[in-house]
């Protein structure tokens, strides 16, 4: 055996440099289509109202009507956790921060729905709709009644509706920025997407009106619907979703899950069509991983059972919807769709019991961590990061009090946002 104990290394400074430029390109590529988790605040659902149902002040009114339906069907954190069958300590603990988020901020993102919500009308009838919705847009933003962010949702980019869809968008992005401006957080949802040709369409309308109306460079940005077969599983074998992604030009800000359309053109029979149906699941797991380090946030589905009606059949729906916002935090995905304002006091109160049953683990570990404590648990940077990221979605959605954090684990929100790698907003 030869003795290199004292030679010159066998990986020196020329192969070194060579395997940096042979790996120089693909370095270029990761850094390119995977710049890491998003740095934004997720809103933890959207609100889709048809544009018809649009009116002046409706932010507002959800928040009224969610508490009215907590003060005649659970008025009390006891009667809230008999309904939805969670922990009374758990719902206590949030219950009051629950009926603040409902009087202070009930919706955090809308859109307004051209699309399936709306369905198809005369053309003169949805003109005049898109019309309507930017003079109330314009008026809430006039009042800062608008949620912190909202958009519209226009018809697909399919043949029968292309023209329509394009012709509203043009109407609402136009007339919004003739009416003063977008507002921030102004969004739009491409729906029922089958193919990466009609993302790269989408690029080209949003730069061409960008061009048109004077807005700056990529300030438009859109959602993908993912609803169809097509959009997970391409006649080629591969996930469409990925290319999708990649195909964005940087323009595509999150994956929108379409739980009925998506189900039933699979086949699966309408009485079984669901939220956690296992054909659902596995569609958003290819989500969940075809986002992963891109910056494209994720968001689950809905539930189009209603809580209305008897005090038993709201309860029975709070039940059910409540269930299934915990199973999909659980999974990883903090972001839904909530259909009635009905809704709200179930969708915020499985968020808060969550982030605060998990805070005391995270904030003990995050304090280990930064203090190098020996442990039970050798947490990653990678882990930390999630504790981090974490924590910050409890502050930013009203889980939990920064004043909480801060007795917690003694961090303030820059070192959160520098361990989760997050910036202020």
Same mark, same amino acid.
């Given at each position: ?11 020196? /400074?020329? $192969? ?37 149902? @649009? ?58 729905? #051209?699309?399936?919500?709306? +369905? ?25 009644? $608008? ?6 949702? @226009? ?14 968008? &043009?109407?609402?992005?136009? +007339? ?9 957080? #102004? ?22 009106? &960008? ?10 940005? #859109? ?33 929108? #899950? ?51 009606? /008897? ?20 999974? +990883? @995905? ?19 019991? @969550? ?18 404590? &020996?442990?039970?648990?050798?947490? /990653? ?22 004043? &909480?954090?801060?007795? +917690? ?17």
């Amino acid at each position: 055996m030869t003795d290199r104990t004292a030679a010159a290394p066998a990986l020196d /400074e020329a $192969v070194l440099s060579d395997i940096d430029a042979r790996l120089a390109d693909a370095d270029h590529a990761l850094a390119r289509d995977y710049p890491g988790a998003a740095t934004a605040r997720q809103p933890v659902h959207t609100v889709y109202v048809p544009a018809d149902r @649009f009116s002046r002040g409706l932010t507002a009114e959800w928040g009224a009507a969610a508490l009215a339906a907590l003060d005649a069907h659970a008025p009390d954190p006891e009667a809230l956790a008999a309904a939805t069958g969670f922990d009374l300590d758990a719902v206590s603990g949030a219950w009051p921060l629950v009926r603040a988020k409902l009087a202070a901020e009930p919706i955090e993102d809308l859109r307004v729905d #051209f699309e399936d919500g709306y +369905g198809d009308r005369p053309d003169v009838d949805e003109d005049a709709a898109a019309r309507a919705a930017v003079a109330t847009i314009a008026a809430d933003l006039a009042d800062a009644a $608008v949620p912190r962010h909202l958009g519209l949702r @226009f018809k697909s980019l399919e043949a029968p509706t292309r023209r329509r869809g394009l012709r509203t968008l &043009e109407l609402v992005v136009g +007339g919004l920025v003739e009416a003063g401006g977008l507002p921030d957080g #102004f969004k739009i949802t491409l729906p029922k997407v089958t193919s990466v040709d009609q993302v790269e369409a989408m690029v080209e309308v949003c730069r061409l009106l &960008e061009a048109a109306y004077g807005l700056d460079e990529r300030r438009l940005r #859109f959602e993908v619907q993912v609803e169809t077969a097509q959009a997970v599983l391409g006649a080629d074998g591969t996930a469409t979703v990925a290319r999708m992604i990649h195909s964005a030009a940087g323009r595509c800000d999150g994956l929108h #899950f379409g739980t009925y359309d998506y189900t039933a053109g699979l086949g699966i029979a309408a009485v079984q069509q669901r939220l956690d149906h296992p054909s659902a699941d596995h569609a958003k797991a290819v989500l969940q991983l075809a986002a992963a380090g891109t910056g494209v946030t994720v968001s689950d589905g809905s539930s189009n059972v209603l809580p209305v009606g /008897e005090r038993a059949d709201v309860r029975a729906a709070w039940a059910l919807h409540a269930g299934l916002v915990r199973r999909s935090l659980e999974r +990883g @995905f903090y972001q839904g769709w909530d259909l009635h304002p009905g809704q709200l006091p179930t969708r915020y109160l499985a968020t808060f019991v @969550f982030f605060r049953a998990g805070l005391p683990d995270a904030m003990r570990r995050l304090t280990d961590y930064v203090g190098n404590h &020996e442990a039970g648990l050798l947490d /990653e940077p990678a882990t930390a990061q999630a504790l981090a990221a974490f924590v910050l979605r409890a502050v930013d959605c009203g889980a939990v009090t920064a004043d &909480e954090v801060s007795v +917690g684990c003694g961090l303030s929100r820059d070192q959160l946002e520098r361990l989760g790698r997050r910036t202020t907003i």
